[in-house]
Nanobody, 124 residues
Framework: VQLQASGGGLVQAGESLRLSCAAS????????VGWFRQAPGKEREFVAA????????YYADSVKGRFTISRVNAKNTVYLQMNSLKPEDTAVYYC??????????????????WGQGTEVTVSS
């Protein structure tokens, strides 16, 4: 499966963005999806994840209550709604997918497929 992340941009603190992760090649309904981010000079960190049904989700403490992961399998797309953005949310955001994950996974190496990343910049 090929993943294409989009929706990043430059916003001010407190504003919102919605990232999209579109899949091609195979039905997304069979894949769990995770969102990760990497800020300059820092390691890639977990943001949010779900499973193929979209029912089970998990969030990093730093984004809990502000970010929401959701999916429309009929559109082969997973979304990351980001509200109340903070400057510390500035990073390149990546989506990842895997067909074997039964519960939301926070570990990057769990995922076999990765998108190219979309940049989010939050100004103060």
């Amino acid at each position: 499966v090929q993943l294409q992340a989009s929706g990043g941009g430059l916003v001010q603190a407190g504003e919102s963005l919605r990232l999209s992760c579109a899949a091609s090649g195979r039905a997304f309904s069979n894949y769990a999806v995770g969102w990760f981010r990497q800020a300059p000079g820092k390691e890639r960190e977990f943001v949010a994840a779900d499973t193929w049904s979209g029912i089970n989700t998990y969030y990093a403490d730093s984004v809990k209550g502000r970010f929401t992961i959701s999916r429309v399998n009929a559109k082969n797309t997973v979304y990351l709604q980001m509200n109340s953005l903070k400057p510390e949310d500035t990073a390149v955001y990546y989506c990842a997918a895997d067909r074997t994950i039964a519960v939301p996974s926070i570990t990057p190496r769990t995922y076999d497929y990765w998108g190219q990343g979309t940049e989010v910049t939050v100004s103060s």
